[in-house]
C-alpha cells in the first residue's frame, strides 16, 4: 500500500541523548516535511526537503538535524541541544505542485524524562 | 507577521450542524486547507479553497472570501466520530503553510 510510514510511534529519552525519528514513504512525492505539533499551537515547520540532497530550515530548525539521501526517507534527528523536544512529531510529504494537499505519516510522540 | 486565528474549542449535539470559523493575515494567498485531526493520530485532508464561494463535499463543506480572509468549515448532520480537532491553514505568498492552532470540536449524545 502507499504510504508513509513513521516510526517509532512512541519514545522515551534522557535528557541529553540524541534520538533519530524515521520517516519513509512510497508515494513518490517530491517534498518531505516535519512538523512539531504541541497542545494549543499549530503546526510548526522544523525542516523540509523537496529534492533529494538538500533540505531547508523551517521556524523552530534549531535543535533538529535531518538528511535526504534517498527520495524516500527523510530522518529527523532530535539532538541533546533542543531544549524542550517533548513534543508530537508529525512527517508530511507532497506532490511536486505547489498547492497540492499534505499527506501525513501516523506521527511520532516523543517523551524526554 | 503572518496569523490565523480559530476558536478553541466549540461544543455541538449529535446530529445538528456546526459552523467552524477560521480567519488569517498572511502575506500572499494561494489557497486554504481544512484538516481533520483525531486525538493522537495525523491530519486527515478535508479540502482546498482557492476561490471564493462554497466547495460542497457530503456532509462537510467549506467556503472562502479572500476580500475578507475568512473560510469557515460546516459540518452537517454530526455524527460522534466527528470529534476531533479541525485545522485550518493557508499556502502563503512563498507557497509555505501558515497552521492555525487548531479547534476541538466536541460532539454530545
Known amino acids: 500500500d502507499g504510504g508513509i510510514t513513521q516510526s517509532p510511534k512512541y519514545l522515551f529519552r534522557k535528557e541529553g541523548q540524541n534520538v533519530t525519528l524515521s520517516c519513509e514513504q512510497n508515494l513518490n512525492h517530491d517534498a518531505m516535511y516535519w512538523y512539531r505539533q504541541d497542545p494549543g499551537q499549530g503546526l510548526r515547520l522544523i525542516y523540509y526537503?523537496?529534492?533529494?540532497?538538500?533540505?531547508q530550515k523551517g521556524d523552530i530548525a534549531e535543535g533538529y538535524s535531518v538528511s535526504r539521501e534517498k527520495k524516500e526517507s527523510f530522518p529527523l534527528t532530535v539532538t541533546s541541544a533542543q531544549k524542550n523536544p517533548t513534543a508530537f512529531y508529525l512527517c508530511?510529504?507532497?506532490?511536486?505542485?505547489?498547492?497540492?494537499?499534505?499527506?501525513f505519516g501516523e506521527g511520532s510522540r516523543l517523551t524526554v524524562l | 507577521g503572518q496569523n490565523i486565528d480559530q476558536p478553541t474549542e466549540m461544543t455541538a449535539t449529535e446530529g445538528a450542524i456546526v459552523q467552524i470559523n477560521c480567519t488569517y493575515q498572511t502575506s500572499g494567498f494561494n489557497g486554504l486547507f481544512w484538516y481533520q485531526q483525531h486525538a493522537g493520530e495525523a491530519p486527515t485532508f478535508l479540502s482546498y479553497?482557492?476561490l471564493d464561494g462554497l466547495e460542497e463535499k457530503g456532509r462537510f463543506s467549506s467556503f472562502l472570501s479572500r476580500s475578507k480572509g475568512y473560510s469557515y468549515l460546516l459540518l452537517k448532520e454530526l455524527q460522534m466520530k466527528d470529534s476531533a480537532s479541525y485545522l485550518c491553514a493557508v499556502i502563503d505568498s512563498n507557497y509555505q503553510l501558515i497552521w492555525g492552532a487548531g479547534t476541538k470540536l466536541i460532539i454530545k449524545p
Open positions: 508530511a510529504t507532497k506532490d511536486r505542485t505547489d498547492t497540492g494537499e499534505l499527506f
Open positions: 479553497n482557492v
Open positions: 526537503s523537496q529534492i533529494v540532497n538538500d533540505f
